[in-house]
């Protein structure tokens, strides 16, 4: 069965510090993956997705993450963190099912403050 | 292009009762799925929608269900309601039912009173 763990359910970080977030994944056949960002009150945005094609992913707002295999991580980071990037992260893996692949696997989530 | 849109934004019912939700996806989207947000069980899948046919189901009780129409629209019941179904229930669209991409709307807040 494919899963996800987040490490951490509460990140906090100062304005311009680096963001790291931690998400494992279990899958018996190659993942899809992806993180997607949830502000309060609203639904969720994708911020990147991993489809096989290159390991170091690149999303919005400046987030990218880095699939290794040996690993089973899916990390999320940014350089420098915003303001704007407070809210809860969610990592989450694409389960195959007969052949349809949408259904998504959620990790907890794990909320980021910064503090300016 | 307009995002995916669910309706009503709020609702409050009582136990017992029964609701139903909307969703339209995307204009060209055909893949509807259904999620359930809450602070103690984190984000369900309920079930997926694609051309008018459930393709996939999660873990939850029969009260559950949904059906979509041939504009793609699609709309989920609970039936009986209980407590616990108090929650975020978040609608996403795909273009089809093997695309990786979903687009979420911004999901209907059901209290259960």
């Known amino acids: 069965a494919q899963s996800v763990t987040q490490l951490g359910s509460h990140v906090s970080v100062s304005e311009g510090a680096l963001v790291l977030l931690r998400c494992n994944y279990s899958s018996s056949v190659p993942p899809y993956l992806f993180w997607y960002v949830q502000y309060p009150n609203q639904g969720l945005q994708l911020l990147l997705k991993y489809t096989s094609a290159a390991t170091l992913v690149k999303g919005i707002n400046g987030f990218e993450a880095e699939f290794k295999k040996s690993e089973t991580s899916f990390h999320l980071t940014k350089p420098s963190a915003h303001m704007s990037d407070a809210a809860e992260y969610f990592c989450a893996v694409s389960v195959t099912t007969g052949g349809a692949t949408n259904k998504l696997i959620f990790g907890t989530g794990t909320l980021l403050a910064v503090q300016p | ?113």
């Open chain 2, 1 to 113: 292009k307009a995002g995916v849109t669910q309706t009503p934004r709020y609702l409050i019912k009582t136990r017992g009762q029964q609701v139903t939700l909307s969703c339209s996806p995307i204009s060209g989207h055909r893949s509807v799925s259904w999620y359930q947000q809450t602070p103690g069980q984190g984000l369900q899948f309920l079930f997926e929608y694609f051309s008018e046919t459930q393709r996939n189901k999660g873990n939850f009780p029969g009260r559950f269900s949904g059906r979509q129409f041939s504009n793609s629209r699609s709309e989920m019941n609970v039936s009986t309601l209980e407590l616990g179904d108090s929650a975020l229930y978040l609608c996403a669209s795909s273009l089809s039912s093997s695309y990786n991409e979903q687009f979420f709307g911004p999901g209907t807040r059901l209290t259960v009173l």
